[in-house]
């Protein structure tokens, strides 16, 4: 049944986040509990996950929580449907994923590792998009957020698996945003920078402008409000990034090797 306009930019109060137990997820979780809010949790570590949960309950919102792998699209679906059918989803953060980085300059991602990353950051997205999708087009009304990365706008020899992942995310949600308009259902494509986590310490090389995953969080939240296709931050660093893509490729990846692995002779 398809909703009104006015229920259709409401503040939503039916919610479900993926990767809730860590990093960002864990921080969009607390910047959207609030009195009158159902948060639906996904995670694969129940100890944080619980923990999560109890902060969004201290801040006043009803929480479900379920520790479930986003690589398994049954699981995840079946749950989704469970969830909705209760309290119908008026935003899906799709937020899970996973890192590589290659250590130094003669190390190799082999395809055990580039498959994990594309099943976690693009598959795994998708088993979270796909269910709750089609009930947003019935209902005329929704939003769906998919966390990619600025690392998604250039492939970084640090991390060729993470970029490829991100970039299949981000030209998927380019191409299914129109799309889902036409049927009432928004989505925001986020491109985060450097946010301050367990994922962005393992980082082997500089952080420009890292943010704290709270300030990430509420900045993701008011551009979410505002209905923004897609949020990118920080600024600086998303026009560094789109301007490196326009350069020429030699002279884009001589700007770019500058960073990589500070220390240590390439071959």
């Known amino acids: 049944m398809k909703t009104d306009a006015a229920s259709r930019h409401a503040a939503p109060r039916h919610i479900v986040i993926t990767g809730a137990s860590a990093g960002l997820g864990y921080a969009l979780a607390l910047a959207y509990a609030a009195p009158g809010v159902v948060l639906g949790l996904l995670g694969r570590d129940a100890v944080r ?29 079946n749950w989704l449907w ?32 580039i498959e994990t990353l594309l099943r976690v950051n693009f598959a795994g997205a998708l088993h979270a998009v796909l269910p709750l999708a089609g009930r947003m087009r019935l209902r ?25 992942s991100k ?46 995953a709270d300030k990430a969080a509420q900045h993701i ?5 505002a209905g923004c296709a897609e949020i990118a931050f920080p600024w600086p660093l998303a026009w560094g990034m789109r301007l490196l893509a326009l350069l020429p490729v030699t002279l884009a990846d ?14």
């Open 140 to 164: 005329g009304a929704g939003q769906i957020a998919l966390v990619s990365s600025l690392a998604a706008l250039r492939g970084m020899a640090l991390s060729p698996a993470y970029c490829a």
């Open 167 to 212: 970039a299949a995310l981000s030209v998927w949600a380019e191409a299914m945003r129109p799309l889902l308009a036409c049927e009432g259902v928004r989505l925001t494509l986020i491109l985060p920078g450097f946010v301050q986590t367990a994922m962005s310490e393992r980082f082997p090389a500089s952080k420009p402008w890292l943010w704290p």
């Open 221 to 225: 939240r008011r551009k979410l409000a």
């Open 254 to 267: 001589a700007l770019l090797a500058r960073s990589y692995w500070p220390g240590q002779k390439r071959r």
């Open 49 to 77: 996950l619980d923990a999560c949960a109890a902060q969004c309950r201290a801040r006043g919102a009803l929480t479900v929580t379920a520790c479930i792998d986003v690589r398994d699209a049954l699981a995840v679906q």
């Open 82 to 113: 469970h969830f909705d059918d209760a309290h119908p989803v008026d935003l899906l953060l799709a937020n899970a994923g996973v890192a590589h980085t290659l250590a130094a300059p003669g190390d190799w991602e082999d395809l055990a590792c």
